[in-house]
């Protein structure tokens, strides 16, 4: 068979929002997509198309839709989805009947809206075993029934399988297969221009945070490759030219003593890279020798998850039951990696009920003491997370789950709160941080040089219509959901969506372009 996977397509590109902003570090290969490809018998011919660092014209498209007997779509989360739902769209209105599977984050906690927009198929947390037997079942015509840890759409109705359990050894887990995809293409801010690669040394976090999808998609379990089989794969990055790498563990740095015997190892073997990772405040302080051996393996730059100086509301997310890092501990944590030379981003999340306004500047300078960076982030409410289950029981939820769009708030009764948040950090972009490009560790100059251009370059490929967006989402005092629809919508028709495939070459779509599918799901409701 012939297997098309992606990432979303951007069609719809936004004026400095969540799905621009990520780009700000760089871009890294898709490698769960890669580790799909590897996964299939190798008869089958695999094709990957990475929307994030490659803007391909609806022609191009098109004629890689024509050829593939099936396609498999990733979404990480709510702030590409509306570019994955227009990809879906677009493939269905090429070619109807062509089998289509989602999977990443996003549709593990929305799979029956995906099925009700066009999704064939849904593979909810791992894929390693399912995606190749189903791939195996769809060429063969068997009942894709009889597969574990499927989710697909049958007589209007959303038949999921038993789950499947979770992999016992990642080592299990194959290897990427680089060989689809051009490493040149992608680049991370620290060091000169290179071919850059990213490593899944680990799966899941054992933290119980009650936003994140993250510990819920791996089951509250977090899982280690060993060190032989990563060593294994920086070995083979090393060997096709990889200078610079991403680690994707989410619960990176825990156990310490793991970590510290992979950058020894690293060290010893001359498998340097300039990297980046999220770093575990628990770990540093348990091991401060951590942030050391770190930076001798090429570390420059790691994200931090601090999320508040505000008791009340770390206590409120769970945060402290499973990483019970004291807050008065966070600026050794920072002082730790910064004595290191390491960049350490801040996560600071804003829009949750009980975040008292008047206090949000005042948390946010002690805040910006423990990082070199602010990364404000909304309180997101994420489908399938104990906030969503939480926050949907009590009826405080303002607008759809599926999409997010940055400045639209998911609880009206964090909006000041939220609002506050943003104007302080809007105030440090003109007042602050560009002097941080020319002081401090090189890592921090490398990074605000880096940043403060990507914004000039968005800035001057923006659209009309993203600025339009923009503006509606910063300064419209509408409820949230309206302001989320207006900013949806309009892409959502028929004929936005029928002029991208006729940009394609077809003279009409032959498949529907816009509403829902009816889905009966047993399980709970959705957002459609």
Known sequence: ???????????????????????????????????????????????????????RSPRELRQHIEKADLVGINCTSAAIALNAELTLRFIKGIRPDLPVVMGGHHPTGQYAGWLARGADYVIPNEAERTFPELVEAIEERTDPAAIPGLIFYRDGAAVRTPARPLLACLDESPAPRWDLVDLSDYNLFYGPRGATGVVEESR?????????MASKMW?????????????????????????????????????????????????????????????????????????????????CMVAVGYESPDPALIDAWKKSEKIPTPIEKYDQVYKTLDRAGIFVAGFYISGHPGEDPARVSANLDLHSRWCDITLINELRVIKGTPDYHAYKKAGRISKSTFYHDPRIVFLEEGRAAADAARN????????????????????????????????IRESLRTTLAAVKDFLLMSFSKAPSAEIQGAVINKYLTEAFIGGLVRRS????????????????????????
């Open 1 to 55: 068979m012939r297997v098309l996977l992606l990432t979303p397509q951007r069609f719809v590109r936004r004026f400095l929002a969540a799905n621009e902003l990520t780009k700000i570090g760089g871009d890294v290969p898709p490698v769960g997509l890669l580790v799909l490809a590897a996964a299939l018998d190798p008869r089958h011919q695999v094709t990957v198309l990475d929307g994030n660092v490659r803007t």
């Open 204 to 212: 899941g976090c054992n933290g119980k945070c009650s936003f994140c």
């Open 424 to 455: 302080k950090f809007n105030g440090w972009m003109l007042t602050r941080y560009p002097f941080r490009m020319f002081s401090g560790k090189a890592t921090r100059r490398a990074f605000f040089r880096h940043m403060y251009g990507f914004l």
């Open 505 to 528: 070459g077809l003279a009409a779509p032959r498949g529907p372009l816009s509403g829902l599918r009816p889905v009966i799901d047993q399980a709970e409701g959705h957002d459609h």
């Open 219 to 299: 089951s509250y379990t977090h899982r280690h490759k060993s060190v032989s089989r990563v060593l294994e794969e920086l070995a083979e990055l090393k060997r096709l030219g990889v200078t610079k790498l991403q680690f994707a563990g989410d619960g990176f740095g825990s156990p310490p003593a793991y970590y510290i015997e992979l950058f020894q190892e690293m060290v010893r073997r001359d498998l340097r890279f300039s990297w980046s990772a999220f770093m575990r405040t628990d770990a540093v302080l348990e091991r401060p020798e951590l942030a050391e051996w770190a930076a001798r393996s090429g570390c």
